[in-house]
């Protein structure tokens, strides 16, 4: 059984850091894409980032690009998403989210990924 458990969300006034981490079991992480989307109340689920098994290739949505990152550790199954300079419009449920194979488009939409984490919430105060 598959399990992908964020953790690290809460609230931070605007321009502040959180580091979410999304734990993985039930699955052999190494050989799976990870991604983070995100959600705000009212919109549709979005994509943040993607990295791939080795953590060599990188995709970032545009509006967060130079303000988060996302890395990987194979050894402890765990994907992070370091957020800086938070803004009121990164306030969302966050989620992050596994596909196994290589690391092509597409890439981007919730159904290119095969499991789902409850998700973490996330509010900037301006």
């Known amino acids: 059984q598959v399990q992908l458990e964020e953790s690290g969300g809460g609230l931070v006034q605007a321009g502040g850091s959180l580091r979410l981490s999304c734990a993985a079991s039930g699955l052999t992480f190494s050989s799976h894409v990870m991604a983070w989307f995100r959600q705000g109340t009212g919109k549709e689920r979005e994509f943040v980032a993607a990295i791939s098994w080795n953590g060599g290739s990188l995709m970032y949505t545009d509006s967060v690009k130079g303000r988060f990152t996302i890395s990987r550790d194979n050894a402890k199954n765990t994907v992070y998403l370091q957020m800086n300079s938070l803004k009121p419009e990164d306030t969302a449920v966050y989620s992050c989210?596994?596909?196994?194979?290589?690391?092509?488009?597409?890439?981007?939409?919730?159904?290119?990924?095969?499991?789902w984490g409850q998700g973490t919430q996330v509010t900037v105060s301006s």
């Open positions: 989210a596994a596909r196994e194979g290589s690391f092509r488009i597409p890439m981007m939409r919730p159904l290119d990924y095969t499991y």
